[in-house]
């Protein structure tokens, strides 16, 4: 099982990022599909995720309306598109995978910098 996260970096305030998440290994459309972060000192935190059909998806109130997840079963990506991006969204993104709860996967983790 992969998950392998691209597209952190370094971003101004107001900026906008897309990460994805590339996975292999598993049986891709039957799982949810989720964004966590997690900041220096801080838990991590679920910021978005995406039912295995696409159809569903949530966000915490810290970045709803600015952060969309999607999903391309055909190419066993996830995405996450974030926008108006702040100062207190610098963070490690990680994607994660989960089937029945008995089924959790992780990837390795992006770091997301907003920073002037």
């Known amino acids: 099982v992969q998950l392998v996260e691209s597209g952190g970096g370094l971003v101004q305030p107001g900026g906008s990022l897309r990460l994805s998440c590339a996975a292999s290994g598993f049986t891709f459309n039957r799982y949810a599909m989720s964004w966590y972060r997690q900041a220096p000192g801080k838990e991590r935190e679920l910021v978005a995720i995406i039912s295995s059909t696409g159809r569903t998806t949530n966000y915490p109130d810290s970045v709803k309306g600015r952060f969309t997840i999607s999903r391309d079963n055909a190419k066993n990506t996830v995405y996450l598109q974030m926008n108006s991006l702040k100062p207190e969204d610098t963070a490690v993104y990680y994607c994660?995978?989960?089937?029945?709860?008995?089924?959790?996967?992780w990837g390795q983790g992006t770091q997301v910098t907003v920073s002037s």
């Open positions: 994660n995978a989960q089937m029945d709860s008995r089924y959790d996967y």
